[in-house]
Each structure stands twice: as C-alpha cells, then as structure tokens.
C-alpha cells in the first residue's frame, strides 16, 4: 500500500501533467504569458486542493477518539493545588476492589504538549481494568487546568509533576500503594526530569521522549516550530534551562552521584517506547536515552511505524506497558 507522503506526490505529478496540458493547449490559442500562468496555476490549484483537503480530515477521522463510558470503571473528579491554581485531574478506578487490592498501584499519566487527559483514555481505561488506579491529570494551560499558567511553562510542569507525587503521598487512600509514572512526549521530558531522582516512584515509562531538549526544539520542521513559537514555547534556552529540560543531563547526574547498586536500581525502573518514523521527536533519542540508562532489551519497545503519536500502536502499548508493570 502506498503512504499518504507517495500518493501526494503522484497528486502533485498529475496536477502538474494536467497544468502543463492546460499551458499548451492556452498557447495553441495565441494567448498571451500572464494568461497561460494564472489559467496553469488555477488548474494545478483546482486539482491539488481537493486532494490535499482529504488527505487532511482523513487524518482527522483516523486519528479520532470519540469520548469513552465504561460501567465498570469510575471517574472521580480531583483538583491539586499548584503553583498558579490547580491542576484538575481523574482518579480512574475498577469498581472491581479485588482488582485493585491486588495491584496496589497507583499511575500517574503526564499527556503530551497538545494533550488533555480525555486524549489517553484509550490508554488509560485499560490499565484501570487491571485494578491500577489511574491519576490522569490536565496540564497547566491545558483542559479543565487551562487557566493555570500556561502549556509552554515545560519548567513549571516538572515542579507540578514533583508536586502531584507529594499530593498522593498526603492521602491515606493510597498509603503503601506503589507509584509508577507515564510521560507522552513533553510529558515524558516531564515524568523523567521529575521523577528520575524520586525513590518513591516505583516504575516510570516514557513514550517519544527527547533526550537533550535544545538540540532537539531547533530542529522541528517549520511548521511545528511557528506553532512552538506561537505558544511561547522557549525555542533557545539558556544552558541551566536546558539542563533542567534534558532527561539525559538529568539522568547523567544522578548517575554519578548514586552507587553502583542504587543506579542500576534505579536505571531498570524506566522503560523506553518509541517510533522509529517519529519525525517530531527523532529516534536518536530513543537510542541517546537508552546508552545513558544502560537498558536491557525487556525495557526496550521499538516500534517500526506510528509516528509521534503512536497511532495504530495502542495495544502494542498496553500490552508492553502491563507487562513492564507486572514484571
């Protein structure tokens, strides 16, 4: 089957065929230059345009995710105060009790940059079958926390990230449950910089994250970076910035200053996913990540096709995500 990228150009190929058949045909009539142009360039437009419009809200419906109701699982409404407000978020349960005393484990899901937390139910609702309790949280600018700060605050989401572990640990509903933690893109920078160093946190996974923040941001494509740049995302941070932003630099650190026994320890509780095809978050810093980390394969996923987003990947990433957290 041919990728939407090959049948754009074959699009792109017959639009300019039918232009040029337009252009001779226009100059067989003795027509002058600027009219063989503006008729050419309105037939390649005439042709293109619908095409591209498909191509568009295709992806549109592919990539939807209708809302999810589920009887046997309950949504709590929450809200934990932070620097500039609250953040709200789920508490996402198994009506089953058995099922949850048996896990004892709680996740916290950090959603990616233009994420809410309804985004990851597909991902979510699944885990809390299992009996995992689910604290899936909107980011600061983002969803019900839209009013709290802004979404491109990356340095305030890692002490709000830091700041919800110690809210859960102040409630005696989770008292001596265990802690695991996932990130989806900046919210694996998020759930990585945040909670690498934290001994609380049982096991972390991290889905398309970076690796050096700086060298990466720069090197977006045009239009995500006009985005970033719309939204006030720091394209250019300053050396402190940047080490704060970067897992690597974070992890590098704690790998000296912890021994041989407690890093190992605490290298083996990350797992690492990512997309070979990411073109926003490139694989090299999959491959960056897991040389620092000094991973085992068992805490390697590495997914040929899905992009960014993971798409089609969904029960690759449950399946990979239990069986990480059950190990």
């Not at 070979?276 to 897991?290: A, G, M």
């Amino acid at each position: 089957m041919l990728s939407k990228n090959q049948k754009r150009i074959i699009v792109i190929i017959i639009s300019f065929l039918v232009s040029a058949f337009i252009w001779h045909l226009n100059k067989s009539w003795g027509n002058d230059f600027r009219s063989l142009l503006i008729s050419s360039i309105l037939t390649f437009l005439t042709v293109f345009v619908p095409f591209e419009i498909y191509f568009s809200f295709r992806d549109i419906w592919v990539d939807r995710w209708i809302p999810l109701y589920l009887e046997n699982i309950e949504i709590i409404k929450i809200k934990i105060n932070v620097d500039g407000g609250f953040l709200y978020a789920d508490l996402i349960k198994s009506k089953d009790k058995q099922a949850i005393k048996s896990r004892n484990a709680l996740i916290v899901i950090s959603h990616g940059f233009s994420d809410t937390k309804e985004t990851l139910q597909y991902y979510s609702f699944p885990l809390a079958y299992q009996g995992y309790i689910i604290l899936a949280y909107d980011s600061r600018g983002t969803g019900e926390s839209k009013k709290t700060g802004r979404k491109s605050q990356f340095l305030k989401r890692i002490e709000d990230f830091k700041k919800i572990i110690e809210w859960i640990k102040t409630k005696n509903e989770f008292l001596g449950m265990k802690i695991n933690c996932i990130g989806f893109s900046i919210g694996a920078i998020t759930t990585l910089c945040g909670g690498f160093s934290d001994k609380s946190i049982n096991k972390i996974i991290v889905i398309s994250s970076m690796s050096y923040y700086k060298q990466n941001i720069p090197k977006y494509n045009p239009l995500i970076m006009l985005r970033y740049f719309m939204k006030g995302v720091k394209l250019f941070p300053n050396k402190e910035e940047n080490e704060k932003l970067s897992p690597y630099f974070i992890i590098n650190r704690a790998k000296k200053d912890l021994s041989e026994e407690e890093w190992k320890k605490f290298s083996r509780r990350v797992m690492l996913i990512h997309c070979k095809n990411d073109k926003v978050i490139k694989f090299k810093n999959f491959e960056e990540n897991r040389i620092i980390l000094e991973s085992p394969e068992k805490n390697l996923l590495i997914l040929k096709k899905g992009g960014h987003s993971q798409k089609k990947n969904e029960c690759s990433l449950i399946g990979a995500t239990l069986s990480f957290l059950n190990s």
